[in-house]
């Protein structure tokens, strides 16, 4: 079920939830994972006065799809599909309307959460693809990824900020899981969560582990971060400033909060 505030989408599959939502830059649509269509798709709804109504599903393709992001005119969209013939999990840009979809990056062990620049010209996401998991920027126009970090810890749930070019991100690096924030060229990473006690973690695929879950979100104009970890038993949202000051949980329940995004 997505919320805010209250419901905004009720589930519609006994059992399947839906999430990973995000809205458009002109706030009158949402497009959200769902189980509605057979399978886990896109569904795009129309939001108007608190309501998501009229959901449709978004393309006509057989893959599932997951991580659907807006690009910052709203003119396109980047999403992951997973393959179930070839087990690829693969980042693909389609416009607006879920047509015309077409491979942004492929490697062998997943590419994940795309998220755009601010100008539009790049995606941010995290990949697998050089023992463990890494943050990787790629421009719309040429073929070579930069990867952005290069620890040991397994980096991912990364976010843009639409005017101040700067990525969030969480990492299990000793164990526990925090939130960070760098520059779009990898430089200057700050670790804002240093008091924060999360559950400790060892990642045992992607999946598997429960780190596809965990997302972070950062508002157009980049001044507070949203993020979600386990928490003691629970999955819970937390929100803390650009400067590391203020960290608070937000969301305290014995369900399991997850994929916040900022609206614009």
Known sequence: MIYKSKP???????????????????????????????????????????????????????NYEYEARYSPDGSRVAYQEFNWGTRDVDIFIADKNG???????????????????????????TSGRENGYSIYIKSITRREAKKLTTESSNDFATSTSKNTNKIAYLSDAGGEINLYTMNIDGSNKRKLTANLDSVKFTMNGYEDSGYWAMKTSCPPDGKQIVFNIPYKRDMGL?????????????TDNSDTDMSPFWTY
């Open 238 to 250: 937390f929100i803390v400033k650009s400067d590391s000051r203020g960290l608070k949980q937000i």
């Open 99 to 125: 047509k015309n979809a077409g491979h942004f990056v492929k490697s062998a062990d997943g590419d994940r959460t795309p998220h755009w620049t601010s100008d539009g010209k790049s995606i941010v996401f």
């Open 8 to 62: 905004l989408v009720k589930r519609t599959v006994r059992g399947r939830g839906e999430y990973n939502d995000a809205s458009s830059p002109d706030g009158n649509n949402v497009i959200f994972n769902t189980y509605r269509f057979s399978g886990w798709k896109l569904g795009m709804g129309k939001l108007e006065n608190g309501v998501v109504s009229e959901v449709q599903k978004w393309t006509d393709r057989s």
